[in-house]
């Protein structure tokens, strides 16, 4: 099993069928996670480099145990790009860091098109962790994943995707990736957080979160980011949750076997109750492993595929 | 030295030419354009023979930026007359947003000295409307004027404040001046990046909504309106502003018009590789723009083409394209790029000469754009059917940030005088 591709760049460049098979991989590689000694050889004597060059924990964690999982050298660095704007370009941190020979650099960035921009410079693998409010494409692999695990497919399901989708990687990816496997994406905010011709890439669009969760098989939450307020983003946090929190009252109005997402970390109460988030039918926690599953598999498949 | 240029298809709008014509230029001026081939004897002229080429009065670049003072990395006075003429340009007017901001008489000076030095090409500086283009404070248009600026502008920081810019416009009558308008709400645009769309929500990237040049273009049409003075509007993109555009010429309002190559040749589509040389402002818009565009080039709305040319190093386009600076190399394929138009239909070819040369001399009361006799010998040579491919390491430009960078374009400057001197040619 093969993919044949240098990058993960995004969902968009990915078929239904490359999808498949990151994604059988990926539940492959779930029980490693599960083990006494969490450790396979696949990897030893590579070398993956965790680029950061935009604060991250959790996705950089992620990655982290995924190379080590897979007895890969891992390493860290992080960069604010504010100081490479003053200091060294992306360009020659690149060629530095290629000059290191690595075999995989997973990079994550402020800026649109950044890990493009790096792929083009550099001969190793790229894996964008995240750049801008493009794409999140790990993100998009592992909700899939996980939706799959509990559903058995994406086709046909109809998903509620609920928040500010014109800040949202998570959301460009997820679109791109649940409407390419079949799935109805229907998305949701106040107007200013839908951004131009969303409909344009193949979703319902609505501004009432009860349209967007009724008969819902999935729902997923988007983190509102407050600062954003300064922007006229939204008038107030209690506003926001007023209209647009995900609720033990509106979710009724999805499917009884409705599952909950969010790619964290949460607001709880801005927008989803806590007992929503902490409840049985939330998947928040499986997200998470299943992104250490994920990584792994791409991972796993960049670095040549070979057991 | 006399010249002859022999066997050419004159075409001069201004005085309704367009016909086999040889021309005799003595002393920097034009002296006749006649149908006798035998006017002249070779001995007491350079008699060139141009035939079959397209003979227009020199073409005239109103937007150009020249990078000198302040910015002699990315241009200077020289390169970039040099890339003037190289793409058939007699004339080129630049912005004031060097560094420091071309707004006094010393800069105005300075630029004009560079000018003279390089003796390539006419360098018409536009100063700056406000001092530091801060939008606060105007400059001394009449002793800015007096050092040869031949109009104002703000370009690049737009005046926002509308009683700065009714000043501006009321300061400027008073001295026959025409001042213009970088059109962009920076309220509307901040953060923005590119053309807000389907493409920006796809790439995730900030938007620059359409309505930011369409109510700055509104409300500089209202305030020219009101003032009576002659408001330019700069590098016209959208569809919205070329109505607004139209309406107020019907309504008799002093308003006229320019776009760039780049607004009738390329869309938002182009971003889609994140490519920083597709970055420039106002952004790369949607295809009912273009159209629009078009449209106002053709039916007259649009009365000029400006190179818009913005030259920048690697230095400010080879990094992420959030951060990457705006702005687009022109002066070497603005004529080939707009010559497309012809071929297209949107344009004759002598509507084409019009917006390139005959109008923007009227738009900034040059005695330019016509080869009357009597006036400058200011000549550009076409070869329509010239195929070349572009390469930007062949730019005379100190710069390479150009989108068209291996297209494979037809026409070309073949030579280029500049008050009857050659200063270009590739024959």
Known sequence: ?307 | MKLFLKGGRVIDPSQNIDSELDILIDNGKIVQLTCDHTAVTPSDVEIVDVSPMIIVPGLIDIHTHLREPGHEYKETVHTGSEAAVAGGFTSIACMPNTDPVNDNRSVTEYILKQARLAGMANVYPVAAISKGSAGKILTEFGDLKDAGAVAFSDDGRPVMNSRVMRSALEYAYSFDMPVISHCEDLTLSEGGVMNEGVVSTELGLKGIPAIAEDIMVQRDITLAAYTGTAVHIAHVSTDGAVHAIREAKKRGIRVTAETAPHYFTLTDDSLREFSSFMKVYPPLRGAQDVQSVKEGLRDGTIDAIASDHAPHSSIEKDIEFDFAASGINGLETSLALSLQLVRDNVLSINQLIEKMSVNPAKILNLSKGTLAPGSDADITVIDPSLTWTVNADHFRSKSRNTPFNTWVLQGKAVMTIVEGRITFTNR
């Open chain 1, 1 to 307: 099993m093969k993919l044949a591709k240098k990058d993960i760049l995004g969902i968009k460049d990915l078929s239904r069928e490359e999808i498949t098979l990151i994604l059988d991989i990926a539940d492959s590689f779930r029980e490693v996670s599960t083990r006494k000694i969490k450790k396979v050889p696949t990897l030893r004597g590579k070398t993956v480099i965790n680029f950061f060059v935009e604060a991250s924990t959790r996705t950089r964690t992620s990655f982290e145990i995924a190379g080590k999982r897979l007895s890969a050298d891992t390493v860290n660095i992080t960069a604010s790009s504010s100081s490479m704007v003053k200091g060294e370009t992306l360009t020659d941190t690149a060629k530095t860091l290629e000059a290191m020979n690595p075999d995989i650099i997973v990079i994550r960035h402020t800026a649109a098109g950044a890990p493009h921009m790096l792929a083009r410079l550099v001969k190793q693998s790229i894996i964008n962790a995240g750049d801008g409010a493009h794409e999140h494409p790990t993100q998009a692999l592992l909700d899939m994943q996980t939706i799959r695990n509990h559903k058995g497919t994406l086709e046909g399901l109809k998903i509620a995707i609920i928040g500010d989708i014109s800040h949202s990687r998570v959301a460009r990816s997820n679109i791109l990736g649940l409407t390419l496997m079949g799935a109805h994406v229907t998305v949701c905010g106040p107007a200013m957080m839908l951004p131009r011709g969303i409909d344009k890439m193949g979703v319902g669009v609505t501004h009432q979160i009860e349209e967007a969760i009724r008969n819902a098989d999935i729902v997923m939450m988007l983190r509102i980011q407050l600062e954003r307020q300064n922007e006229n983003l939204f008038p107030s946090s209690r506003e926001y949750a007023n209209y647009f929190c995900l609720n033990s009252r509106n979710i009724r109005l999805a499917k009884p076997d409705v599952l909950i997402m969010h790619p964290g970390p949460i607001n709880r109460g801005v927008e989803i109750a806590p007992e929503i988030a902490d409840g049985v039918q939330s998947l928040i926690l499986d997200q998470v492993t299943n992104g250490v599953a994920v990584r792994m598999a791409l991972l796993y498949l960049l670095a040549g595929g070979e057991e």
